[in-house]
């Protein structure tokens, strides 16, 4: 090959196709993956064979919910956490879920502030400035953190689904983020000019009434109050009376979200370890909860999840959720898929290769329901999913300890299980990642 011309001319064409002619694996590769699709060619049976979906401690005894064709999986995730304790202490029916489109509102309102915000707050930059381009480029998108949840949960409390239902828009989110996208890319626009001439708060509020108008139209208007009231699973009747959302919170809820912290595990060498994080300019609430992370090695996120789950309480927990998983099956494995045998070619990286080449990052988030312990030590995981009870253990799928390694970037445990060495870390203060950093990704 001319090392000289890094072009790809006729002679190098040649010498890869007759290379690639004469090996037979590739040949057969080829005519299998023009039928088949290439996960199912390369799916390790063994793999599949050698899991089962029990655990030795599982605290699930509710139906998995379903996001849709929606971006709301931290929101699905978290509410799942606070209902398991509900359920349990009313008794109430497996089925019952918190309103999920109620904070997917408050969560699209907020979002709008604090994109606003933040231009007025950069209005001197570019419009290329590379912080500006990244909130230009997703400026209200579905995805969150779990800081971002305890900031919502805080500050307008949860609402039973009936007060206030799915619609059509809040199950499927892509209209519906299409136009609140050109209003806010617009309102970028808008704002900084008028910041400009010193009216920048009343071009927020204009644009902010615009984004509000959208959302009720899409979502309907959150309920003020509404009656709670329901009948147990041993068919008594119970009427709580009419409650705003935030009293709602202060009284069912058996577990205090601000009393939670995230940890993280990014293994890039810059990121160290049993050190704060932050993200610049990611949120949602303006004033609200930062968003901030412990990062910590993976077997201490392993064995407090483990411990939580043993005491019985379910995990929120964020993860890259594509790699290496089954969607039919509901299973995950780090070498589920051989594609290297497969293609014939070598496809090994880290986890911290991974993340600084842009190959993987926290996509999805999900909840610890139970874990498999041999001797102490973690064989699988029980995950309840947010797509459904069609698939997977009528929708919990199953994760073997390897994939959790490998995928698994953050979860949520209360303050109170750290030891002392890793809650004094907490009051440091942390680290700052740009909004682009693989560690500012929304599941």
Known sequence: MNTQNPAIDQDTITALTERFAADPTARVAQNAVATTDVDTLSLDRSVVASTDPTVSDRVDTWHAANQKKSGRCWLFSGLNLLRSGVIADLGLEPEFEFSQSYLHFWDKLEKANWFLTSMIEMADRDLDDRTVHQMLADPIGDGGQWDMFVALVTKYGVAPKYAMPETFSSSNTHSMNAQLEKILRRGALVVREAAAQGRGERARQEILEQVHRVLS???????????????????????GGELTPTQFAAQVLTVDVDDYVCLVNDPRPSSGYRRMLTVDHLGNVVGGRPVRYLNVEIDTIKRLAARLIRDGQPVWFGCDTVPQSDRERGLWDARLHDYEDLYGIDLSTTKAERMLS??????????????????????????????GDERADKGFWTMNDSWFGEYVY??????????????????????????WDPMGALA
């Open 358 to 387: 842009g190959d993987s990052a926290m996509t999805h988030a999900m909840v610890f329901t139970g874990v498999d312990l041999l001797d102490g030590a973690p064989r699988r995981w029980r995950v309840e999913n947010s797509w």
């Open 410 to 435: 953050e979860v949520a445990v209360p303050r109170r299980v750290l030891p002392p060495e890793l809650s004094a870390v907490l009051d440091t203060e942390p680290a700052v990642l740009p909004l």
């Open 217 to 239: 139209i899409h979502l309907g208007t959150p309920p003020t109050s509404f009656i709670w009231q329901y009948r147990d699973k041993d068919g008594n009747f119970v009427r």
